[in-house]
């Protein structure tokens, strides 16, 4: 086996003719159409200036529950799928190319693409908010934290899915997983404060308080995000990749 092969460079060249540009494309512009259902929702009410961001951030997030792990679970599928074509991994395996790398390499790159469009998605809300005259930056480390946050979450729920679809080989279940998921995650909002499926943490990192005065009446309160999804996120990353990494590992060798 070649030591020198550049496994990232190979790993890019596989994604040439995919449609993995249109299906970002396609999830930037529904989420920017929503957010803007919010963003104009807001003017009409005239909300607090200085509130507005994270109004509209708590929209955001709260609509990731349902749509970030559909675009995960087709991300994900769509790296195993590459390689399932023609039962390329049992080629590798028999051509001795170190799986460890193939694991890494396959994950590192849909990490990298996927923070690249949910960074372009961010750059493109705050950015069209400060457009408009609304304060974005007043506020950094709460911006900060939910930024962080997100992608800590996104990253478990990639990590997921993606072990879901590299041991089964299984794309239908990555997919019917984040389809549960995301179900349950919403259903468990309603019965818990700190919901423990990781779906419903996106909730969770939200700056903004409803609390109820009234009638039809909420009166609106800045609070820090829980810092419990990243922490918690944080370590079941690293024993999740442990673990699928030895599962992968195992259903090739053995």
Request: net charge positive; hydrophobic share 50%; proline share 3%.
């Amino acid at each position: 086996m070649d030591n020198n092969i550049n496994y990232s460079k190979i790993e890019k060249l596989k994604y040439k003719h995919s449609r993995q540009m249109l299906i970002y494309s396609l999830f930037i512009l529904v989420n920017l159409l929503m957010a803007n259902v919010y963003i104009f929702d807001g003017i009409k009410k005239g909300e607090d200036k200085n509130l507005f961001l994270f109004i509209i951030l708590n929209g955001y997030l709260f609509m990731q529950i349902l749509l970030l792990p559909l675009l995960i679970a087709i991300i994900s599928s769509k790296a195993v799928e590459i390689e399932e074509r023609g039962d390329m991994l049992k080629v590798l395996v028999s051509s001795g190319i170190n799986l460890r790398q193939i694991y890494d390499v396959k994950l590192i790159y849909i990490l990298k693409t996927f923070t690249a469009s949910q960074i372009a998605l961010w750059i493109i809300l705050i950015g069209e908010l400060y457009l408009l005259g609304y304060p974005c930056f007043h506020m950094p480390d709460r911006l900060i934290i939910m930024f962080i946050s997100f992608f800590a979450i996104s990253y478990l729920i990639m990590l997921l899915h993606y072990n879901i679809a590299i041991i089964s080989g299984k794309h239908l279940i990555s997919l019917s997983t984040a389809l549960l998921g995301s179900l349950s995650g919403f259903i468990s909002l309603f019965f818990t404060k700190i919901p423990l499926i990781p779906y419903a943490w996106y909730a969770l990192i939200n700056s903004v308080k409803y609390v109820y005065i009234s009638d039809n009446h909420f009166e609106k309160q800045l609070i820090y995000p829980e810092i419990y999804p990243i922490i918690a996120s944080s370590i079941l990353l690293i024993l999740m990749y442990i673990a699928g990494k030895k599962m992968f590992l195992r259903r090739h060798y053995d």
